[in-house]
């Protein structure tokens, strides 16, 4: 961090969201920022990549590439 506005995303080093000290924020790409997130509230897998695909009545895998998600199959068990 230089003082001037980041060009893209930015991390907080010891992920404590309320100290924004310059020495806790890094630069990182959208797919830095994106891999090292917690999950969401409503995540009823447990896991990162993984939903409950309702048509198909099974869990989805799936990955972020190049701003688009990626199937990577469906599972009778998570």
């Given at each position: 961090?230089?003082?001037?506005?980041?060009?893209?995303?930015?991390?907080?080093i010891n992920r404590d969201k309320s100290d924004?000290?310059?020495?806790?924020?890094?630069?990182?790409?959208?797919?830095?920022?994106?891999?090292?997130?917690?999950?969401?509230?409503?995540?009823?897998?447990?896991?990162?990549?993984?939903?409950w695909d309702k048509k198909a009545n099974k869990?989805?895998?799936?990955?972020?590439?190049?701003?688009?998600?990626?199937?990577?199959?469906?599972?009778?068990?998570?």
């Amino acid at each position: 961090m230089n003082g001037e506005l980041p060009s893209e995303d930015v991390r907080h080093i010891n992920r404590d969201k309320s100290d924004n000290r310059f020495s806790n924020l890094k630069e990182v790409t959208r797919s830095e920022s994106q891999a090292t997130r917690k999950l969401g509230c409503r995540n009823t897998s447990g896991c990162t990549g993984v939903i409950w695909d309702k048509k198909a009545n099974k869990w989805l895998t799936y990955i972020w590439m190049n701003g688009k998600r990626k199937k990577l199959g469906l599972f009778i068990r998570c």
